[in-house]
């Protein structure tokens, strides 16, 4: 499936927080973008459901391989 302009600006975001903090959560993300939680739940959702994140029980989001390259 191809990949909205939002979701790789998702994606890029997830690399740099993950870079400067060693991990991400969707409240970083909502934060770092100046978006609301809800918009960002729903990102995430979507990203996961294309297999571009995985979302750990722990609330963490890690990139898939294809996440990466999106990024």
Known sequence: MSLLES???Y???ILV???RNGSVRSID???EM???K????R???ILKRDNYIIMEPDGRILLTKDGQKKA
């Open 11 to 13: 994606l890029e975001t």
């Open 7 to 9: 979701g790789e600006n």
């Open 17 to 19: 927080l993950t870079k």
């Open 43 to 45: 990102a995430m959702s």
């Open 29 to 31: 993300i909502a934060e």
């Open 34 to 36: 100046n978006f609301t």
């Open 38 to 41: 809800a918009s960002v739940s």
